[in-house]
């Protein structure tokens, strides 16, 4: 990874989600994090080239994770997305897949610096 500061969004309904991830990117100084806990307000945020990776929850209430992703690479097919879930089933994972998105995480975190190391990751591919 390169001296860029990269431009990441994150979509989740639970707050402290929000403010864990964007306390712990912040501090590491490589990346500025932009927050959602509505998803429709997100998929209305992308445009081509705006975010670098959009972490994005697939259970939220006012429209699924699943939802969101289709519509945000209707808006920019080369939009990296990573989806994140606590309740991970394979067709979920597959769809995902097969819908446009880059990789998942599973919630909880086993630590924020895994998450670091699995966005510099897709960033670096």
Partial sequence: ????????AVVDDETEILGMIQKYLGKVGKYKVTTFSNPVVAVDSVEKGKYDLILLDIMMPQMT????????????????????TAYS?????????????????????????????????????
């Fill in 89 to 125: 089933t394979l067709d979920k994972v597959l769809k995902s897949h097969k819908e446009g998105a880059t990789n998942y995480v599973m919630k909880p975190f086993s630590s924020l610096q895994a998450l670091e190391t699995k966005i510099k990751n897709i960033l670096d591919s």
């Fill in 1 to 8: 990874m390169s001296d860029k500061i990269y431009e990441i």
């Fill in 65 to 84: 994770g699943l939802e969101a992703l289709e519509k945000i690479i209707e808006k920019n097919p080369s939009q990296k997305v990573c989806m994140m």
